[in-house]
Each structure stands twice: as structure tokens, then as C-alpha cells.
């Protein structure tokens, strides 16, 4: 008989936190336990995998829009391959801008009933958010609340008293109630709230489009690589009121941090992830509504990559153009 895998969803909407949330857990996970993760990207190049690969934990990439969609194909490629290797657990990041309901009803359906043992899912939201009216009418994030178990109230330290009023007004207002909310900051989660019990134990669905076994798709992974003969490439995303611009620059060129750091800072684009080889070393940046975080990883040889998500359409070449200039490299 198959073991079940013990498997949460963390979703929640752009920039809320969700990568450096997964980071935290697997830095306070049991040492002799393997954990797994799946991580979902709105852009094309996969900057997340790069971010978690300090965790010890199996990354697998599904980059390039809401895994959920074309059958599901994609996600049970990504879901197939980790629970290949025996997990102890799985967590899966959706995409900011992807619908969890699509995901919860994968994960209930036949093809995985045997395999996954679904937890409560766990939605991150900016408490600041529950007061815009740009995030409250948008539907994706709705819905990722919606289906959310456990909701976290993320970012705390850079909240408001009436931005946590908003969060507990919010929050006393749900029905059926949340089984559990929590404000915290950095993504700070106590790792007991991956094993809470989802509310609907029985729910589940067919899909007739998804295999009912754990066959290998793997010839079906997207691929984003850098080719041998070119220095760099860019991959463009659109769909869900949103575009994204991603670029894999060549590990052999490194960015300048200072005027990068400076760069990013000055970027109006609501999302900005990357991973880049700089001359101090190489560094993961997070930016949302133009605060930029950095953390040192350490990877070796791996390209560069870059990935800016906006509301609108933004001249990529001209930015391209800058980033190159920060590298040595020429358009």
C-alpha cells in the first residue's frame, strides 16, 4: 500500500512572502526528515528554486503561469517527480496570480488520493491589502483567501494598528471561520500548523483529463535554459491582468551589486525577483513595492536570473538594455 505524503499548499498573493515563509519552515524542519517542494512562477526563467536551494530540500520548477491550467499536465509532472523520491513532506507554492481551488481539486481527485495526504491549506496575505481596493477586487486574490484553512497575516512590522484592525475585522467576518490566523512577520509560521487537518477531510473530485498513476512525464518538463551559444535570453509572460520579463544572463558575467541594488530600488514594477552573480558574490533580491531585500546563496556556476511581474506593460528592451549595461554585456 502507498504512503500517503503529508502535503500543504502555501498560497497567497504576490509579494506577500510565500518563498521566504517555505525558507523558514525547512530551516526548522526535523533533520532526519526529506522534504519536498514545488514551486510555481508566474514568470518563465524559474527564480524560486534557486532561492529555496539553500534549504535541503528536493525543488521542483513549474515556471510560466498557473500550473493548474492546460489539464494539469504541468503540475502533476512536477507533483510525479517528487513523490518519486519519498518525501517525507510536500509543500506546494502556487504562483501569486494562480487559482488554489484548481490545485486543492488535483489534489483530491483519484489520481492522487493514495499518494498525498492533503493538510489545511495555508493562505499568506499583506494586511495592508485587506484595506485596497486594487487587491479586494481582484479575483485571484479573493479566491486564494477563500480557500484558504489557515490564514496568516504576513509583514506585521511594516503594518499599521488599522491595517491589523483590518486583518482581525477580516478575519472575525469569514464564514465558515478559519480554523487558525496568526500575525507574524517574515514568515515566521510555527511549523505545527503544516499538520492542521483541512475543513473538507472528504471533498474529492474526478478529473478525466489527468492520469490515474504516477507515470513519468518528465519529457514534458518545460525547459528554460541558457544555450551554449548565447550569453543571454529573455522569456516574456502575460495573462490574469498581469506581465512578467525574465532573463537568464551567463554565470561567467557578473553584475555590479551596488548599482544593481540601486537599480531595483528605483524600479516602480510591483514584483522583482532574482538571483544574480554579482562581484560581492552571488545574492538572491526580493522587491515588492520598491523595498528590496538581499540574502547571499550559495550556488555555484548557475546563471543569473532576473524576473519583474507588473500590472503594466513595461519597456522591456529598455530595461533590458540597463541590466545588460550593469554585466558588461551589450544588447
Not at 491589523?164 to 469569514?174: G, M
Request: glycine share 8%; net charge negative; hydrophobic share 40%.
Amino acid at each position: 500500500m502507498s504512503i500517503q505524503v503529508p502535503t500543504t499548499i502555501i498560497t497567497g498573493f504576490l509579494g506577500v512572502g510565500k518563498t521566504t515563509t517555505i525558507l523558514n519552515l525547512l530551516k526548522n524542519k526535523p533533520a532526519n526528515e526529506h522534504w519536498a517542494v514545488l514551486v510555481n512562477e508566474f514568470g518563465e526563467v524559474g527564480i524560486d528554486g534557486a532561492m529555496l536551494a539553500d534549504g535541503g530540500a528536493m525543488i521542483k520548477e513549474v515556471p510560466g503561469g498557473c500550473m493548474c491550467c492546460t489539464a494539469g499536465v504541468p503540475m502533476s509532472v512536477g507533483i510525479n517527480a517528487l513523490l518519486r523520491q519519498k518525501p517525507d513532506r510536500l509543500i506546494i507554492e502556487p504562483t501569486g496570480l494562480g487559482h488554489p481551488k484548481q490545485v486543492i481539486k488535483t489534489l483530491t481527485s483519484e489520481q492522487y488520493q493514495n499518494y498525498v495526504d492533503l493538510r489545511a491549506t495555508i493562505a499568506l496575505v499583506d494586511p495592508r491589502n485587506l484595506s485596497d481596493s486594487k487587491y479586494l477586487s481582484n479575483n485571484n486574490f479573493n479566491d486564494q483567501l477563500a480557500a484558504a484553512d489557515v490564514v496568516i497575516g504576513n509583514k506585521v512590522d511594516q503594518c499599521t494598528s488599522e491595517d491589523v484592525d483590518a486583518f482581525n475585522d477580516w478575519v472575525s467576518e469569514q464564514e465558515p471561520a478559519v480554523i487558525y490566523h496568526q500575525l507574524v512577520k517574515q514568515g515566521n509560521l510555527p511549523i505545527e500548523l503544516l499538520d492542521i487537518e483541512r475543513r473538507e477531510n472528504t471533498t474529492s473530485s474526478k478529473n478525466g483529463h489527468l492520469e490515474h498513476e504516477l507515470h513519468d512525464h518528465s519529457d514534458m518538463d518545460p525547459v528554460f535554459e541558457l544555450p551554449p551559444e548565447k550569453s543571454y535570453i529573455r522569456r516574456e509572460n502575460k495573462g490574469q491582468g498581469y506581465f512578467s520579463c525574465g532573463w537568464i544572463v551567463g554565470a561567467e558575467y557578473l553584475f555590479d551589486f551596488d548599482q544593481l541594488f540601486s537599480m531595483l530600488s528605483d524600479l516602480t514594477a510591483e514584483r522583482v525577483k532574482a538571483v544574480v552573480n554579482t562581484n560581492k558574490g552571488c545574492f538572491a533580491f526580493n522587491v515588492s513595492n520598491q523595498v528590496v531585500s538581499v540574502n547571499e546563496v550559495s550556488l555555484q556556476g548557475y546563471e543569473s536570473r532576473i524576473e519583474v511581474i507588473d500590472s503594466q506593460l513595461l519597456p522591456w528592451a529598455d530595461l533590458e538594455g540597463i541590466l545588460l549595461a550593469l554585466c558588461g554585456l551589450k544588447g
